[in-house]
């Protein structure tokens, strides 16, 4: 997307907060700036405690800052400082990393923030559009289960992938 609209291209490092019994299961995500997300009604739903919620999302935010430091390496923190951002994922399906990075980009003052998607589930669309400025998906699904279902291939991008794309947009 940076390379076909000429573009700077960035990162912001988001960790999913999952659910005790199934880790897959987003219950929230926590981005840069301890911007943490809930998914307050799953929360409920599952009976999880706030102590329990604390403590995954301890553990969770120590993860993602090793993550970002190891891909950000030198790089300085993200400058989104009254500019507008177009935050694109592979998909979505609960929204909390995307609402998590939206709170982050919001806290460091972005003037506006528009998520671009391939896929999304039309019940997450209508739960998350309000706090995008704009919201472009290819594809808003009634049956969604995982992100992964929409594609013929759907490998992790690793880390040194992720690494090599930053350095090639320097």
């Known amino acids: 997307v940076a390379s076909i609209l000429e573009l700077p291209l960035d990162i912001i490092v988001v960790k999913k907060i999952g659910a005790l019994n199934n880790p897959e299961l987003a219950i929230?995500?926590?981005?840069?700036?301890?911007?943490?997300?809930?998914?307050?009604?799953?929360?409920?739903?599952?009976?999880?405690?706030?102590?329990?919620?604390?403590?995954?999302?301890?553990?969770?935010?120590?993860?993602?800052?090793?993550r970002e430091k190891a891909l950000r390496k030198e790089r300085g923190p993200i400058n989104a400082k009254e500019k507008a951002v177009i935050l694109v994922d592979d998909g979505v399906a609960t929204g909390a990393t995307v609402m998590a990075a939206q709170k982050a980009l919001e806290?460091?003052?972005?003037?506006?923030?528009?998520?671009?998607?391939p896929v999304i589930s039309k019940?997450?669309?209508?739960?998350?559009?309000?706090?995008?400025?704009?919201?472009?998906?290819?594809?808003?699904?009634?049956?969604f289960y995982a992100v992964g279902q929409f594609y013929k291939?759907?490998?992790?991008?690793?880390?040194?992938?992720?690494?090599?794309?930053?350095?090639?947009?320097?």
């Open 28 to 66: 929230g995500a926590v981005g840069p700036g301890n911007a943490v997300y809930w998914d307050k009604d799953l929360i409920e739903r599952l009976g999880v405690s706030k102590v329990e919620s604390s403590k995954f999302k301890v553990q969770s935010s120590k993860e993602r800052k090793e």
């Open 153 to 170: 291939e759907f490998p992790q991008v690793t880390d040194q992938e992720v690494i090599k794309l930053l350095e090639a947009r320097d």
């Open 107 to 117: 806290k460091m003052g972005a003037a506006r923030v528009i998520l671009a998607i």
């Open 123 to 143: 019940e997450t669309l209508n739960d998350i559009k309000r706090y995008f400025d704009k919201v472009i998906a290819l594809s808003v699904e009634e049956e």
